[in-house]
């Protein structure tokens, strides 16, 4: 854990890479609900419209992602958002939600996915110490305050 960490959390600021994940996933939701450029709209397309069979995974909004073979290809918008999109729950999914729902919930999940990995890294390294970061993160207090 930085410095710099308290103040991001104060502020409600996701670190620089959950930053770039949010936005890619907004750009995935907007181009979904076809109100982004269409070049971008092109590249996102749910299962249920790419395929030609019905498959059990058309009903829970995934995206399906095409194949690559280098990781350049794999960092492009095309692959990149797919991925993303399909990693979410599928309560953060749900198509009929609006924009500003849908920011706040996906918003909430990456500060939640931060604090719960951040959290697990300072177990790692010292196991008998919590710094409290979260109260919902850690509900059953397995960790042990020590001072």
């Not at 500060?111 to 890294?121: D, P």
């Not at 409290?132 to 305050?145: A, E, G, L, R, Y």
Request: charged share 20%.
């Amino acid at each position: 854990m930085n410095v710099i960490t308290p103040v991001l959390r104060q502020l409600h600021w996701l670190p620089v890479r959950q930053r770039v994940h949010f936005k890619t996933v907004l750009l995935v939701y907007k181009a979904l609900r076809d109100s982004t450029a269409a070049y971008l709209v092109d590249d996102c397309q749910l299962v249920s419209q790419a395929g030609r069979r019905r498959l059990r995974s058309a009903d829970i909004d995934t995206c399906s992602v095409p194949r690559t073979n280098t990781q350049f290809g794999d960092r492009s918008f095309a692959v990149a958002g797919p991925r993303l999109w399909n990693s979410l729950p599928a309560r953060i999914r749900q198509h009929n939600n609006d924009i500003g729902e849908f920011r706040r919930q996906l918003k909430s999940f990456y500060a939640r996915q931060h604090v719960m990995l951040s959290a697990s890294l300072l177990r790692q390294r010292r196991p008998s110490v919590c710094l409290s970061i979260c109260p919902s993160v850690c509900p059953s207090h397995c960790c042990i305050v020590s001072k």
